[in-house]
């Protein structure tokens, strides 16, 4: 290995809805974030790899920052802050789109205790004139004082690869910490949960707040080399029972059907994936639900 190796630990944080989990997997071309347009869809603290023959980049994609509402958001709101005094960079990304907001000045706030150096991201720049951006950018850099400012479009991967030229050079010299080929710290269970989420979040669209974890019961490899998962999609209320499992079934039918593709993508193997739904008044405010269902602030 080329003795002038880099390698480090980069936290992306910004507002719920900015781009975050689309950045993540724009870079590390496969999908290990989930992807929804509702806020706060990153639950947990996802590591996605990016390895280059000089340098390997190790992304943390953090819950957006958010005034929190119940227990689930008070660990979703001390993960992503926690991250800050961890790593190499920080990326703070914003949305071009919506421009400055008082959850920014939030998160600014806490960055003034940091050492690490921040870049601003400004994404979704597809979305707006070009006229617009330089206003925003100037605003921006008068509230703090940035490594560097580099507008980009995650979902198109325009600029993305300067972003990353630019990363690699404040990136200290380090060792290769994972194989070449691995993508993710997440085992794949994690992964598959929150795929069989992000069908839920995308269909139910309005109907279902984020009230649901998915739980994976069990998996198992069965003849033919197909794979066998059940799983269990927890929510707080039974008249959101009835709009998950839908009229005949349909509704938990469809949520499978979209599900099953992107795990036998993520698997390369035949999936047999059975859903059903269970109802865990309040889980979201009691610990041991918490616990239960995988978010443990020691872990992170």
């Known amino acids: 290995m080329d003795t002038n190796y880099k390698s480090g630990f980069i936290t992306i944080i910004g507002r719920p809805n900015v781009g975050k989990s689309t950045f993540m997997n724009q870079v590390i071309g496969q999908k290990i974030a989930i992807m ?28 957006g920052i958010h005034k929190p509402k119940h227990r689930l958001g008070d660990f979703m709101v001390k993960i992503a802050e926690n991250t800050l005094n961890e790593v190499d960079v920080i990326l703070f990304m914003i949305n071009a789109e919506e421009g400055y907001g008082r959850g920014d000045q939030f998160i600014i706030d806490r960055l003034e205790r940091v050492k690490s ?14 006229d617009k ?10 509230k703090y004082d940035f490594e560097e400012i580099i507008p980009i479009s995650a979902l198109q991967g ?36 929150e795929l069989i989420r992000e069908k839920v979040l995308h269909l139910t669209r309005e109907e279902i707040p984020h009230s649901i974890a998915v739980v994976i019961e069990n998996i198992e490899k069965r003849e033919s080399d197909q794979i066998y998962i059940q799983a269990a999609i927890i929510t707080e209320r039974k008249s959101q029972k009835g709009i998950l499992i839908g009229k005949q079934g349909s509704m938990l039918k469809n ?46």
């Open 158 to 193: 325009n600029n993305v690869n300067h972003l990353l030229d630019v990363l690699k050079s404040h990136l200290p010299e380090g060792p290769q910490f994972y194989p070449a080929d691995q993508v993710t710290d997440h085992p794949e269970r994690f992964i598959i949960s």
């Open 117 to 130: 150096p921040v870049f601003l991201v400004v994404n979704k720049i597809d979305k707006v004139h070009p």
């Open 133 to 142: 951006l330089l206003p925003l950018i100037e605003m921006y850099n008068e």
């Open 255 to 300: 949520v499978g059907k979209d599900a099953r593709k992107d795990i036998e993508a993520l698997l390369g193997s035949k999936v047999y994936l059975e859903l059903w739904v269970k109802v865990q008044k309040d889980w979201r405010n009691k610990q041991s639900q918490l616990l239960e269902y995988g978010f443990r602030e020691d872990e992170y």
């Open 36 to 63: 929804s347009d509702k806020p706060q869809t990153t639950r947990n603290k996802i590591q996605g790899v990016l390895t280059q023959n000089d340098a390997q980049f190790i992304f943390i994609d953090t819950p």
